[in-house]
């Protein structure tokens, strides 16, 4: 659609509006990859008008060698009849208002041709033009500032190397060549398009008035008769206002989407496309929205400055932490963008009750094994877990996180338990990590080992061969509740304070640690 050629063509520093296609809808197309479709390197993108359809998506394919003639049935234009002083067909252009918001006009573009080589030099002059109207140039139809380095038009006539395939202008006949720098010559079929020949990329040039409304159109159109194809190609964001334009973005702390109180990082970003030789002041012409200034965030200054040689300056976002909770909140700063507009940064600030500096998610789950496997007696801080660097590990009994575990509690076989990392008061997601446990390398002698009540009521008793050091009663998060010295080769241990329920008794001798569990009754 027309809207798509021109988002496609227009760049920096034009406002458009009211675009309108001059021909058949089949002789205007855009395309992309035009560098693996046989077009020059510097032409990826773009849009390219015809005087032959390019309605199919292989239409400017190569080899060279091809014939592209259509007639489109469709007239040519008064003012390129004008310029190449002959009757022109096939006409097709694009057209539409533009406000520029700098002095300097550029439209780059490529002019191509069947009519190359052979048809050079004479009434087979197919044309293209860029005319401009409005402030300095007049009314309808304006003037045509697309240019041959000798001031002609550009056409196959002014632009060539004569009529030989490979080129050898002689300059006899019509065999000469003119302004041959500036055309590449494809009659051989270097480059994989239809082409027989194009410009190199030639830049059309205005100086106009900033902020005024001009008129544009971009056309081409076949002479004297309406056979062999030509082409006008523009390349992506090749019709710009070229001079000093001021961008400005909100970069939040971390790669948020907002600023969150009581957190440092988020700025604005003010950058100019060029850098000078004087300081650039940046006015600030309103800040409102919904939050409250000094009371959500620090002022903003009236007016910041880009230094001498230097592209942009950063603003702080300083949102402050005020202990109510408030949904997000907006500032909107308005400021003078060119000389034209003014434009409004958005930023929005979120509360932030968690003391965390970074958005949601923003950390990964802790990283190891799923399933892992410890000998009786180590503790969680034995499972192997990797996390980012400075993280603190925090263990929980539960996949909801709500029972917390302390990182020495003990391991118990076939229990899952669940970690999560720490950084700056932002917690991960969890990883969940299976645990099986074995037995140590020494092992508990069963016939001399006796445990007993076991459902107990109130008092346990311990007996073994060796030396008890300790024994200690942990319940099934594994928190200890009991733990006693024992020094001794029979302990008892009075359980009757606990409740009922299910509790592990751990029995440690210097050489060996065994765990039993017990029902309270």
Not at 187 to 195: A, K, Q
Not at 360 to 384: H, K, M, R, S
Not at 439 to 467: G, H, M, Q, W
């Amino acid at each position: 659609t027309v809207s798509v050629y021109l988002e496609t063509i227009v760049g920096q520093g034009i406002e458009y509006s009211n675009a309108v296609i001059l021909g058949s809808t089949d002789a205007i197309a855009s395309f992309t990859d035009g560098e693996s479709g046989g077009l020059p390197p510097n032409v990826e993108n773009g849009i390219v008008l015809s005087t032959g359809s390019v309605a199919t998506s292989n239409a400017m394919a190569g080899p060279a060698t091809i014939f592209s003639s259509t007639d489109m049935g469709t007239p040519g234009f008064s003012e390129l009849t004008a310029l190449a002083e002959l009757d022109t067909y096939d006409g097709i252009g694009l057209a539409f208002d533009f406000v520029p918001l700098t002095s300097e006009l550029r439209v780059n573009f490529i002019f191509g041709s069947e009519e190359y080589p052979q048809y050079v030099n004479n009434e087979y002059n197919d044309v293209m033009g860029v005319f401009i109207s409005g402030p300095g140039f007049g009314p309808f139809p304006g003037v045509n500032i697309a240019l041959a380095p000798n001031g002609a038009g550009v056409s196959s006539n002014t632009i060539n190397r004569g009529i030989y395939c490979p080129a050898n202008a002689t300059g006899i006949g019509n065999n000469y060549a003119t302004n041959p720098f500036y055309y590449i010559d494809n009659c051989s079929g270097v480059y994989d398009n239809v082409m027989n020949g194009f410009t190199v990329m030639l830049t059309a040039e205005a100086d106009v008035i900033p902020c005024e409304t001009y008129h544009i159109r971009l056309m081409i159109a076949d002479t004297y008769n309406s056979i062999y194809d030509s082409w006008l190609i523009i390349p992506e964001n090749g019709f710009y206002a070229d001079g000093l334009l001021l961008d400005a973005e909100v970069n939040y702390a971390n790669g948020g989407t907002t600023a969150i109180e009581g957190c440092s990082g988020s700025q604005i970003l003010f950058c100019l496309n060029e850098t000078l030789e004087y300081d650039y002041v940046i006015d600030i012409l309103s800040v409102t929205g919904t939050a409250t200034e000094l009371v959500d965030y620090l002022p903003f200054l009236p007016s910041y400055t880009i230094p001498a040689g230097e592209t942009c300056v950063a603003i702080d976002i300083i949102a402050l932490l005020d202990d109510h909770f408030e949904g997000i909140e907006t500032i909107v700063i308005e400021y003078q963008k060119n000389v034209c507009n003014t434009d409004e940064i958005v930023i929005e600030i979120v509360d932030d009750f968690e003391g965390c500096c970074y958005p949601d998610d923003y950390f990964n789950a802790p990283t190891g094994e799923e399933q892992q496997t410890l000998v009786q007696g180590q503790t969680l801080a034995d499972l192997i877990v990797n996390g980012e660097p400075g993280a603190v590990f925090v263990w929980y009994a539960d996949a909801n996180l709500t029972v917390y575990l302390p990182s020495t509690t003990e391991a118990i076989d076939q229990t899952t338990y669940y970690v999560i990392q720490v950084i700056d008061g932002c917690e991960s997601d969890a990883l969940a990590i299976f645990v099986e446990t074995t037995l140590s390398n020494i092992i508990f002698d069963e016939k001399y080992f006796r445990a007993y009540p076991n459902p107990v009521t109130d008092i346990f008793t311990i007996s073994y061969n060796k030396e008890i050091t300790s024994v200690e009663v942990t319940n099934m998060l594994g928190q200890i509740l009991i733990s006693t010295t024992a020094n001794s080769t029979d302990v008892q241990v009075d359980m009757s304070g606990l409740a009922k329920g299910n509790y592990f008794v751990k029995v440690k001798t210097d050489e060996m640690i065994k765990i039993v569990k017990v029902v309270k009754q």
